[in-house]
């Protein structure tokens, strides 16, 4: 009842501070999500037991890279097996903690252990097969915690709010949080730390030492334990029954229900399908190795364009973020997912044109921001290609960032609209089945990289990059597959998952306005089963919004201007609007509006109120 009266429509809002500090779950679980981007280094140099001693030849390191690729690929897979499990019994917890809490607290837990017996304590096991299997029971522990706790991320918004202008803003406040954890982390590990950890030895980098993992390891694990409590505060007083949307019964949810969901339930499969994409392109894009490619072996000087371009790209991305949750807040968020993919994807089209031009012998194709030269000093020099690469870059990835980010909170309507067509609550299934296509798709990342790199690049012996080799002599052996490298890992790959995005969202149902209408169904019912109406027939009364009374049905108050009291108009149609509707828009519900004849909760249930008055 809290959740009908707090809004008087069937509206359930949160506070701001709410809204602020709940994405901070999601950095909890990015501070760990970016330290293993680092893992295929650490495994490199602790379980391959002579990496270190320089003798291995070119084919064997190989083989024990794509050995390594392979093992994280599949503990990725079975990452993705353990998401369904740990959502049906999400759907069907109910304690003192309530349904996300716990989940939230024990998977944090969870994940520190794990890291603090993977990087340190089965270091001093002596036998290489028993290194393997004690890294790798340390790594299941590890994804049981990350599912628990990354799977609240979408699940929880479910019962923090179903406001979509209050959803949208999850982008924004995110932000802050990947500022804080992704961004973070990867300047600590991929910027600072190479600055400071000696390399093992002119041809491994700072990566392969042990000191590195000694300092970034607990700088995880202390950000990841506070970003967690912020979140538990966030959600404490919206984790209960009446905020669990229509019948939150958890014994009535059975594991079959869940096969049906996903066959029937089509806007999670497009969304999954959309978000898995959208997820590799991101973790290919942005991964450090990639990083270290362009950057360090083309471009010649990692340190002075890797933090300098990083902190200017979340420049971009925060004006991305706000575009887009505008977007999302007033048109839905499909709109803003399918704009702005499509935005970035057009950006990258420059950009590969711009790889394409480079050439290690014109300094004019070179990305140049900060140097030092040979007595210790820093100048700055910046070239018209740095300016417009930082443009395109920076617009690109702000771009398709939002898009990533805003497929989290459609996590939460995809959840709703179960609601709506099953009366089943099941937001623990519905945040794991994305996370699970999610982490199926996304386990490509290091595959992909790893055989982009070291197969097209003769001079990295099969060895992943690192900003300790000798770039000079990596480009001498063929600087063509260097380039085409670069090409495929940082443009091609994603652009090509962008197109896959684009597409799913033709298909997607969810646009705003059908929202409105899984919302006003969803608020009726669940105010007639709070007055002793069952599920079932509630089900049967109110299937449409033609049939929901007006009082459920949130309405768009009008824009006035303060100044001159008169209400602003809505906007013309522009050409976004016009180019979305013909690609996007064409199975959309155009308005959602309520009948003049609804169907009203019948008089006897209002009297099962009056008399409990």
Not at 227 to 243: H, M, Q, S
Not at 466 to 483: E, L, R
Not at 580 to 604: L, Q
Request: one cysteine or more; hydrophobic letters at 45%; a positive charge.
């Amino acid at each position: 009842m809290e959740a009908i009266q707090q809004n008087g429509v069937g509206v359930n809002r949160a506070k701001q501070w709410q809204i602020v500090l709940f994405p901070f779950n999601n950095a909890a679980t990015n501070c760990y999500l970016t330290l293993m981007t680092f893992i295929a280094y650490y495994a490199g140099y602790y379980l391959s037991g002579n990496f270190l001693v320089g003798a291995m030849t070119a084919a064997v390191s190989a083989g024990l890279t794509v050995m390594i690729s392979t093992v994280i690929t599949l503990m990725r897979v079975f990452d993705g097996v353990t998401d369904p499990f740990c959502g049906a019994l999400m759907d069907k917890t109910n304690g003192r903690l309530g349904k996300f809490r716990v989940f939230m607290i024990v998977g944090n837990l969870l994940l520190a252990v794990s890291c603090i017996l993977m990087f340190f304590v089965i270091r001093p096991i002596p036998w290489t097969w028993l290194r393997w299997v004690a890294f790798i029971l340390c790594y299941v522990m590890y994804v049981i915690g990350y599912t628990c706790q990354c799977a609240c991320t979408k699940a929880g918004q479910t019962c923090l709010t179903n406001d979509p202008k209050q959803r949208s803003q999850f982008v924004i406040w995110n932000m802050v949080g990947m500022i804080g954890s992704i961004v973070l982390i990867n300047l600590i590990g991929g910027g600072l730390l190479p600055m400071i950890v000696d390399p093992v030895n002119e041809q491994l980098g700072a990566q392969y030492n042990p000191m590195f993992y000694n300092i970034l390891v607990p700088i995880t694990i202390g950000l990841s334990l506070v970003y967690t409590l912020l979140g538990v505060i966030a959600i404490w007083n919206k984790d209960r029954p009446e905020f669990w949307g229509v019948d939150a019964n958890p014994e009535k949810t059975k594991f079959k229900d869940y096969v049906s969901l996903f066959k029937e339930n089509k806007p999670i499969r497009w969304l999954v399908t959309s978000a898995g994409c959208n997820k590799l392109a991101s973790t290919i894009a942005t991964s450090g190795i990639v990083a270290i490619l362009i950057y360090y072996i083309m471009m010649g000087t990692y340190n002075g364009l890797y933090i300098p371009l990083y902190a200017l790209s979340f420049v971009f991305m925060g004006v991305f973020f706000v575009l887009g949750s505008k977007t999302a807040g007033v048109k839905g968020q499909k709109r803003a997912v399918a704009q702005y993919t499509s935005i970035a994807f057009l950006f990258y089209i420059v950009l590969t044109v711009m790889l394409l031009m480079w050439n290690p012998e014109n300094q004019n194709t070179w990305l140049s921001i900060i140097h030092w030269a040979e007595d210790g000093s820093v100048f700055f020099s910046i070239n018209l290609f740095t300016v417009i690469w930082i443009f395109m870059y920076g617009c690109g990835y702000g771009a398709y960032n939002c898009c990533s980010e805003m497929c989290i909170p459609m996590v939460a309507d995809c959840t709703d609209y179960e609601t709506y067509r099953s009366g089943q609550y099941v937001p623990g299934i519905m945040g794991t089945i994305f996370s699970l296509i999610d982490k199926l798709v996304s386990s490509l990342s290091t595959t992909l990289i790893t055989l982009f790199t070291t197969l097209l690049i003769p001079g990295l012996n099969g060895a992943l990059p690192t900003s300790g080799m000798d770039m000079s002599s990596i480009i001498a052996s063929g600087y063509q597959g260097v380039k085409i490298s670069a090409i495929i890992c940082f443009c091609i790959l994603p652009m090509a998952s962008w197109l896959v995005t684009m597409y799913c969202m033709t298909k997607y149902e969810l646009s705003g306005e059908k929202l409105k209408e899984v919302q006003a169904v969803n608020a009726v019912r669940k105010h007639a089963i709070t007055l002793g109406m069952t599920l079932e027939e509630a089900m049967k009364t109110w299937i449409t919004i033609d049939q929901v009374p007006s009082q459920y049905i949130p309405v768009e108050q009008p824009k006035v201007n303060k100044k001159t009291g008169k209400v602003i108009e809505a906007k013309k149609e522009n050409a976004l609007d016009k180019f979305y509707s013909k690609v996007w828009g064409r199975s959309e519900a155009k308005i959602a509006v309520a009948s003049s004849n609804p169907v009203e909760i019948p008089a006897n249930f209002l009297a099962n109120l009056q008399n409990a008055e």
